[in-house]
């Protein structure tokens, strides 16, 4: 059973932080990378960041580069996004994914294995 289970979404107002979490479980433990990735109503999917399991290797997206940052923590399991200088464009569900192979078996930034239920960031004043 796969199982990904974010928290830590809300509403924030513009340039404000948020810290995402996503703990995996069962076979979702076993993955090459996990990552987030972000709809927003009325947009395409964006692959956010991801993070790869066997060196701390790290991706983002150039609309977030230098603003958010993904990191694994101390128990190996648990993965977060902190989400700095926050803008009203970073609102949409944001859902945490893992991939099992290696970046170029996928055809996009967006592309994933298996997906948590999302959780639901807004940036509003």
């Known amino acids: 059973q796969v199982q990904l289970v974010e928290s830590g979404g809300g509403l924030v107002q513009p340039g404000g932080s948020l810290r995402l979490s996503c703990v995996p479980s069962?076979?979702?433990?076993?993955?090459?990378?996990i990552g987030w990735v972000r709809q927003a109503p009325g947009k395409e999917r964006e692959g956010v960041s991801w993070?790869?399991?066997?060196?701390?290797?790290?991706n983002y997206a150039d609309s977030v580069k230098g603003r958010f940052t993904i990191t694994r923590d101390d128990d190996r399991i648990t993965v977060y996004l902190q989400m700095d200088n926050l803008k009203p464009e970073d609102t949409a569900v944001y859902h945490c994914?893992?991939?099992?192979?290696?970046?170029?078996?996928?055809?996009?930034?967006?592309?994933?294995?298996?997906w948590g239920q999302g959780t639901q960031v807004t940036v509003s004043s």
């Open positions: 069962g076979i979702a433990l076993d993955y090459y990378a």
């Open positions: 993070f790869r399991k066997s060196d701390g290797g790290t």
């Open positions: 994914a893992i991939r099992v192979a290696p970046a170029h078996y996928y055809s996009d930034n967006d592309k994933y294995d298996y």
